[in-house]
């Protein structure tokens, strides 16, 4: 292969490893079986989640309360406690002193469908 031409192959392979490793509202949909993101975020928004975080892209939302939320998609754990996945995020969010009792994250009664679409706007936050 020429250098032109393996310089534009690699390229190519970087633009797309960079791509694979962002989560857009797609590909937190994806991830949340159908959370739609921008609902979550104005659920987040109406629970008050920005009174105990920080939350990037929520006006008002700087907190130090409970942990930063920036980057939450990229982190092994949620909470110190659960692998982050999908389904854990959900049941973290329905229920938080329901997996860790000594949490200080109130349960906020948080339906399956609410904790989908939160936990899809999560997702898109590096």
Known sequence: ?????WCGAALLSLVAATGACTHGEA????????????RGKELIRAYGCGSCHTIPRLAGAVSTVGPNL???????????V????????M??????PGIDDKTAMPNL????A?????AAYLYTLQ
């Open 82 to 89: 659960l692998p982050n996945n999908p389904d854990n995020m």
């Open 27 to 38: 590909d937190a949909a994806a991830l949340t079986n159908g959370g739609d993101a921008a």
């Open 1 to 5: 292969m020429t250098g032109r031409r």
């Open 70 to 80: 920036q980057g939450i998609a990229t982190r092994a754990y949620i909470a110190g």
């Open 114 to 118: 609410e904790a989908r679409d939160i």
């Open 91 to 96: 049941r973290w969010i329905i229920d938080p």
């Open 109 to 112: 009664h948080v339906g399956a």
